[in-house]
């Protein structure tokens, strides 16, 4: 059974740091790609971040403040929040897509999702 485990929400004064992250288990080998998104309050679920074996896609929005990394032996993806600002408050999802060669472009691509874990930015 496939799950994963997101981790490290918390409370960040705005200007601070976090770092999530994303563990996942079960059947993992064909995770061509991983997502972060996040969803703010009364907002639509937003993509944030997408990592594949060999790239990386940061959404404008957060462009020059997030990045993300992924350690294949952990099963583990991250995603590194930097200056965080009040509009990152939010729940932060990771996903995980099976096989494909090419980046999604729609969230229903994904076939697993985590449970989410909580960001609040502190201003």
């Known amino acids: 059974q496939v799950r994963l485990v997101e981790s490290g929400g918390g409370l960040v004064e705005a200007g601070g740091s976090l770092t999530l992250s994303c563990v996942s288990s079960?059947?993992?080998?064909?995770?061509?790609?991983m997502g972060w998104f996040r969803q703010a309050p009364g907002k639509e679920r937003e993509d944030v971040a997408i990592?594949?074996?060999?790239?990386?896609t940061i959404a404008d929005s957060v462009k020059g403040r997030f990045t993300s990394s992924r350690d294949n032996r952990e099963n583990t993806i991250y995603l590194h929040i930097l200056k965080a600002k009040p509009e990152d408050n939010g729940t932060y999802y990771c996903?995980?897509?099976?096989?494909?060669?090419?980046?999604?472009?729609?969230?229903?691509?994904?076939?697993?999702w985590g449970q989410g874990t909580q960001v609040t930015v502190a201003s």
């Open positions: 996903a995980a897509k099976v096989g494909g060669w090419t980046l999604p472009e729609r969230q229903s691509e994904y076939d697993y």
């Open positions: 079960g059947d993992t080998e064909n995770f061509n790609y």
């Open positions: 990592i594949g074996r060999g790239s990386l």
